[in-house]
């Protein structure tokens, strides 16, 4: 490791211990304006928060060039391949409250095959962010043509809002169904029939 490098590390060893700070400061006045920050059950919250906050937002922190790590691999398969029910967490822009739920990712090869493992980091690596979830759909599909180079992609997701759930209309049952298709599952019907189909939708 030279000079440059130890500096970049101490910079950024730096840089997080500044966010994680601002961070514990910043849920101690939440707390402050609902509860006593000096009670046992919350005095340690503050630190707890923000370091959850640091992980459910680690997505920031992530390339896709960082999470693909060259897992791609030479293929002349040129049959649908889906990735199903991988689980995601995120949470809502607008009121920082989850929402849980399943993406199913599915393309056309065109010469090359993404490690299997890969597709999921890529959904988590949008899902850990602000977010919301039409915006997650497409960001998914764009990926997964920007490394593999395929033009075919159906990203469906199936998710429930805690923001919908837990205040608002509070509706248990409710969930939201995304979906973005790109090339033959677009323009298709047939590669559309096929992928729902696949999915059991």
């Known amino acids: ?7 970049d590390v101490v910079g950024n060893k730096e840089d997080a211990l500044n966010k994680r700070e601002t961070l514990i400061n910043a ?16 005095v340690n919250t503050p630190a707890r928060a923000a370091i959850a906050m640091e992980f459910m937002t680690r997505g920031y922190d992530q390339t896709l060039e960082e999470v693909v790590n060259n897992a791609l691999f030479h293929t002349d398969n040129r049959e649908m391949i889906i990735v199903q029910d991988i689980e995601l967490y ?40 602000l977010q919301i979830q039409e915006q997650l759909t497409y960001q998914i ?20 809002h805690l923001c919908m759930m837990m205040r608002g209309v509070e509706k248990q049952n409710s969930r939201m169904k ?12 047939s590669t559309r029939a096929e992928f729902l189909n696949l999915l059991g939708r």
């Open 90 to 129: 995120s949470l809502c822009e607008h009121h920082m409250l989850p929402f849980i739920g399943r993406a199913h990712v599915g393309y056309i090869p065109d010469g090359r095959v993404l490690g299997l493992s890969k597709v999921a980091r890529i959904v988590d690596m949008f899902a850990r962010r």
């Open 1 to 7: 490791m030279n000079v440059v490098d130890v500096v």
């Open 141 to 160: 599909a764009d990926a997964l043509k920007e490394v593999t180079g395929a033009n075919d992609i159906g990203v469906i997701i199936d998710a429930q």
């Open 178 to 189: 995304t979906s973005a298709m790109l090339g033959a599952f677009r323009d298709n019907p």
């Open 27 to 42: 849920y101690t006045q939440i707390i402050k304006e609902v509860d006593d920050v000096s009670r046992p059950g919350v």
